[in-house]
T-cell receptor, first 109, second 115 residues
Framework: GQNIDQPTEMTATEGAIVQINCTYQTSGFNGLFWYQQHAGEAPTFLSYNVLDGLEEKGRFSSFLSRSKGYSYLLLKELQMKDSASYLCAAGDSNYQLIWGAGTKLIIKP | IAGITQAPTSQILAAGRRMTLRCTQDMRHNAMYWYRQDLGLGLRLIHYSNTAGTTGKGEVPDGYSVSRANTDDFPLTLASAVPSQTSVYFC??????????????FGPGTRLTVL
């Protein structure tokens, strides 16, 4: 079957670095997305990886290993506004997106 | 209008009633999607449309129907609502017609409660 696994909740300190992991199993693969979702709001796009390696975008970076079915989102210099849920989603061979349940990130001062 | 709008923002509905959730985008995107989001579960695709005039079933289509008469609008209809359809519903769109490989942009959501 198809599956996305990511931790349910993580806690980090303001100014620190946090890594949110995601493992996926899909029939075929057409890229890995990360979205941010603040409570009560819509998901917003953060990053897309289709090739192995690290993509850096400001304070946020995303990594992909296709052979391991693994990705992570790295958030640096954490700010209170980064408190949100982070959703991992993988595209399968039918170009459908399979979504993880999301990781709720709590930032403490 | 900028982006995707959804209406209503929230709704309380009696079981057995018919309800249409509206979704409009002004980005001229080809593909549109309807998801439901329930606590502890990932977004689940209900129906999608690659382009105007075509629709397809997602992971959880039962009890829902859609139409795509034009590029901008993608309404979702619950023919006879049941309490298990209580959820937050998100409409999304993407530029290309390759469902799932393009960045998706989401509307603000409709919170639906079926009693």
């Amino acid at each position: 079957g198809q599956n996305i696994d990511q931790p349910t909740e993580m806690t980090a300190t303001e100014g620190a670095i946090v890594q949110i992991n995601c493992t996926y199993q899909t029939s075929g693969f057409n890229g890995l997305f990360w979205y941010q979702q603040h409570a009560g709001e819509a998901p917003t796009f953060l990053s897309y990886n289709v090739l192995d390696g690290l993509e850096e975008k400001g304070r946020f970076s995303s990594f992909l290993s296709r052979s391991k079915g693994y990705s992570y989102l790295l958030l640096k210099e954490l700010q209170m506004k980064d408190s949100a849920s982070y959703l991992c989603a993988a595209g399968d061979s039918n170009y459908q997106l399979i979504w993880g349940a999301g990781t709720k990130l709590i930032i403490k001062p | 209008i900028a982006g995707i709008t959804q209406a209503p923002t929230s709704q309380i509905l009696a079981a057995g009633r018919r309800m249409t959730l509206r979704c409009t985008q002004d980005m001229r995107h080809n593909a549109m999607y309807w998801y439901r989001q329930d606590l502890g579960l990932g977004l689940r695709l209900i129906h999608y449309s690659n382009t105007a005039g075509t629709t397809g079933k997602g992971e959880v289509p039962d009890g829902y129907s859609v139409s795509r008469a034009n590029t901008d609008d993608f309404p979702l209809t619950l023919a006879s609502a049941v309490p298990s359809q209580t959820s937050v519903y998100f409409c999304a769109s993407s530029e290309g017609d390759s469902v799932g490989s393009d960045t998706q942009y989401f509307g603000p959501g409709t919170r639906l409660t079926v009693l």
